[in-house]
């Protein structure tokens, strides 16, 4: 079947055999797009956020079909290497990454988390981002990332 | 090409040509250009490039541009070694940094600087490439002095020009050697920069691969694809050792985009076009295997770890007649054992592999560490020359050690030998929980005398740790399933930091080396010196304890190594540590306290010292590290800013490990598949992370990888002792551990 997204800002139409696959393989196999990662499949780890309609969404287990005319932004959406968006130049600034497996997912859930509270403390962010999972135990810079980012937009 | 793949056909289904199935699968196969990620693919026209460690051509080219490439065996696991290769190149060369790539980990290309593990990177990789990049120097010097028509002593260089240090005309290297091979022998003893005329070395540099990653621009080793590539995903055993009796995939055939099976043995994978359909295949295929229970009661892990066969004994450490002086009369004795649990490495994620065959010649892409390693065991699996075999390392999340990524490119070598296709093998969360080879379960008997003023007479520890055959390798899981050559895997678990830096008059320390051991064991970040040093240093507290003396004090009454003092000094400054600091006094449910513990890593490099504080809930038992004061010397820093960064990465992940984390498993297979059965440290519970770095540019750089790890489960039980007076002796530190310490006070 045909379905039609509406990815960082641009329509698409993409063909999925099966409309129970989850979004995140139309992200990155059918748009080829490298920010949203695999992580778990099972909405546990983050890695996999997108905005959908402005709210941080576990691509790995949301259906396809159940974003079809909602809005989606990816890491992609939100700026690129020459121009990036202020969470994005604020990891840069932090030196907030190990791997980056997991960035992806802070980035999106810390977007999503700054557009309902502007100046959140050190304990509401790591509560927003308490179901977002790193590895490496970037944790403290993520922190602070996040911290910077809210400062400068403020 | 046609071939027909599977070793049998399906138990329930026709026997039928693989590639007839679905009938759309394409097998003409063409060379197209890979289709993202020009950094990790290699021109394959150019002549082979020596990869010899001895030459200087093995691990630096310069092009007419004077465009630096490092050739590095080492690979950047997330570390920012990337980085720092290039720093030190840079540096060495006098070229600006921007100048500089750095190429990892392809056997093609890149010289054997051997696995990427034991924080050795740096103090062994980087110094290779620094040598070459001194003799590089000094030979661009020359030759641009006698190009410049000057004396070679009256010659410098500055960004990359080669030019008179009274001024003047210079040459550039560009022009100097222009994409022509140096040729030369890396001189061991070519002069190095002075670190007092460093720029590069030593500064905060900005990694190179963040701007990429926080965008969504950076090619993982998940996003690598190559052209007309299959998706598989490998149907595991429903017990570890499992035989596979029989298989039947026609459900699978009427999902769009399926594509088929291989099966060898106990290997079993299914195909599909794309990666949903290679998924929905896997849930979707019916299999029968044998039972299999041949795991112990992991209620009576310890028990069988003490009863296992021991394959023979090992002094690692014998200073005089420790048994003698444990028998001391009127001697105050201290006793205890510890046991470490089995960890999984957790990368976020699961490990990913690309493989393909043109010309009888297999190429694989890989986040291994060991891609020089990898290779040779592939060959052996698939009974090819090594030379024919080439695997190219490309970045994947995290591994910590030795994790899936090997097993998921012998996978995806195995699958494209049998279909003749490019074939991409992603694991699910619940192969890489399930099936990545584990930190080995690791258990400790310690026992001491002191005298009534203090001193301690004698200290004797023995380790049950498994045995290591030759093989340093740990073997292919895709080779065990599919019953094709393999090594004998190596146990991971490591001797190292279990002889102790303290000057006592007997000390004998002894391993047991087990025969075996119930999983495949692997090196996790700090393997064997985590276990050792939480063993020794909470040990070290008992006996300060014993003796009534401050735990600083301690430790510093009985090292003879200055470098250590001060490192301890630096330490007690950084957290304001008071001597002998009683427990403070419970307020409500919650008592606080702190722990030391210090490590100088292996006995010969990297010294560590932390304190941690700690606040634990005395009716939950849970425990919160709040603070992580951590002193480091590892020689000259490189970057300080990456070295920070794998300080806190290594504080943080180790947190998590000795509270949290244990494998849990059945008598058939593991249990804790994925992060709900599996947690980890979440961010409400990372504590904050204080760092004094002990700078030395004149001393060997040593590594930092795994070294502050290895004090942190010790710090944390000694600071739960000095909340609670209760000794943790069991890692993880889980609130049901603690309660029951409590309540044996």
């Known amino acids: ?139 403290l810079r993520i922190v602070r990332a996040i911290k910077r980012a809210s400062e400068i937009a403020a | 090409m046609t071939r027909h793949i599977s070793e049998e056909g399906p138990t329930s289904a026709p026997r039928r040509d693989f590639f007839k199935t679905g009938g759309a ?69 006098s070229v600006p940094l921007d100048r500089v790539t750095v190429i990892q980990g392809d056997t093609l290309l890149t010289p054997d600087q051997g696995v990427t593990f034991g924080s050795q990177s740096i103090q062994n990789g980087g110094m290779q490439i620094r040598q070459a990049a001194a003799t590089a120097r000094q030979a661009l010097l020359a030759e641009g002095a006698a190009k410049l028509g000057v004396e070679r002593g009256t010659v410098g260089v500055r960004d990359g020009v080669v030019a008179p240090k009274a001024g003047g005309k210079g040459i550039d290297y560009g022009t100097l050697i222009g994409g022509g091979d140096f040729r030369l022998t890396v001189d061991p003893k070519a002069t190095l920069k002075d670190p007092k005329d460093y720029t590069i070395v030593g500064k905060p540099i900005a990694r190179i691969d963040i701007p990429d990653k926080v965008t969504g621009r950076f090619t993982y080793m998940h996003d690598f694809k190559r052209k007309g590539m299959l998706h598989a995903r490998v149907v595991r055993p429903k017990a570890m050792e499992s035989t596979l009796q029989s298989w039947n995939d026609s459900d699978c055939r009427k999902l769009p985009d399926y594509v088929g099976v291989v099966k060898k043995g106990n290997f079993l994978a299914v195909l599909g076009h794309t990666e949903w359909a290679a998924i929905a295949a896997s ?23 003490r009863s296992t066969k021991v394959s023979k004994d090992e002094d690692l450490q014998k200073v005089g007649d420790a048994a003698e002086a444990l028998k001391t009369a009127n001697a105050k004795t201290v006793t205890a054992s510890y046991n470490f ?105 310690y026992q001491a005398a002191l005298d009534d003023k203090g001193n301690v007479l004698g200290w004797q520890s023995e380790v049950f740790i498994p045995d290591r055959p030759k093989d340093l390798a740990v073997a292919l899981l895709t080779a065990e399933l599919a019953n094709l050559p393999h090594e004998e895997s190596h146990p991971g678990n490591i001797q190292g930091s279990l002889a102790i830096p303290y000057t006592f008059p007997n000390i004998r320390v002894i391993a047991h080396w087990l025969a075996e051991t119930p999983f495949r064991p692997s090196w996790i970040r700090t393997p064997g010196r985590l276990q050792n040093t939480f063993a020794n240093e909470s040990f070290v507290d008992e006996v300060a304890a014993a003796a009534g003396v401050d735990p600083l004090e301690f430790r510093l009454k009985n090292l003879n190594d200055p470098r250590g003092a001060e490192l301890l000094e630096a330490l007690a400054e950084l957290a304001t540590w008071k001597p002998r600091a009683a427990q403070v006094a419970a307020s409500g449910d919650v008592a606080r306290g702190r722990g030391l513990a210090y490590v100088k890593y292996d006995l010969v490099r990297t010294y560590v010292g932390a304190i941690a504080d700690v606040e634990v809930n005395l009716k939950t038992g849970k425990v919160l590290v709040t603070k992580f004061y951590v002193a480091h ?45 599996y947690p980890i440290l979440k961010f409400p519970e990372v504590p904050d992370v204080a760092v004094k770095l002990i700078d030395r540019p004149n001393e060997k750089p040593w590594g930092a990888g795994e070294p502050t790890s290895a004090v942190v489960p010790a710090a944390i039980a000694n600071a739960i002792y000095n909340a609670t007076g209760a000794r943790m002796r069991s890692v993880p530190f889980t609130p049901a551990k603690v309660q029951a310490a409590i309540k044996l006070m």
């Open chain 2, 633 to 677: 010397d590892c020689g000259q820093i490189i970057n300080p800013d990456g070295l920070r960064n794998q300080i806190e990465g290594n504080v943080v992940q180790t947190v998590s490990r000795t509270l949290i984390e244990e494998l849990t498993f059945d008598r058939s297979r593991v249990t804790s598949v994925d992060w709900a059965s």
């Open chain 2, 283 to 305: 849930r979707t295929i019916e299999t029968t295997w044998s039972d299999w229970a041949g795991l112990p009661d992991q209620s009576k892990l310890w028990e069988y770890v």
């Open chain 2, 341 to 445: 649990a089995i960890h999984t490495h957790g990368s976020i994620g699961p490990s990913c592999a690309v493989a393909e065959i043109v010309n009888g010649e297999l190429t694989c892409w890989s986040a291994s560490q060991q891609t020089h390693l990898l290779r040779k065991q592939i060959a052996k699996m698939l009974s090819m020359r090594p030379d024919d075999v080439r695997c190219i390392y490309v970045e994947g999340a995290g591994c910590y050690g030795r994790n899936g990524h090997e097993d998921a490119a012998a996978d995806a070598a195995l699958i494209a030998r049998e279909t003749g296709l490019p074939v991409r093998v992603q694991w699910m969360r619940e192969d890489e929980h399930g099936w990545d080879p584990k930190g080995p379960p690791t258990l400790f008997d």
């Open chain 1, 1 to 139: 079947m045909k379905i039609s997204l509406n990815v960082n800002g641009k329509s698409v139409t993409i063909t999925a055999a099966d409309p129970h696959m989850p979004l995140l393989y139309a992200l990155r196999d059918d748009l080829g797009l490298h920010g949203p990662r695999f992580g778990c499949g099972l909405g546990q780890c983050g890695a996999c956020t997108v905005l959908v309609d402005g709210s941080a969404v576990r691509s790995c287990v949301t259906p396809v079909a159940t974003v079809d005319s909602k809005k989606i932004v990816t890491l992609e959406g939100l700026g690129s290497a020459g121009k990036p968006h202020p969470l994005q130049q604020a990891f840069i600034d932090e030196q907030a990454v190990q791997c980056g497996y997991c960035i992806n997912g802070m980035i999106m859930q810390a977007a999503a988390l700054l557009q309902t509270n502007k100046k959140p403390t050190d304990q509401e962010i790591k509560a927003g981002l308490a179901e977002n999972l790193c590895r490496c135990g970037t944790h």
């Open chain 2, 25 to 93: 699968l394409v097998v003409t196969y063409s060379l197209g250009a890979c289709t993202s990620g020009p950094r990790v693919v290699a021109d394959q026209v150019a002549p082979p490039k020596t990869v010899a460690l001895d030459q200087v051509d093995g691990f630096l080219a310069i092009d007419a541009k004077g465009r630096v490439t490092v050739y590095s065996g080492k690979v950047d696991l997330g570390t920012g070694i990337q980085t720092a290769m290039a720093q030190i190149a840079a540096e060495e060369l």
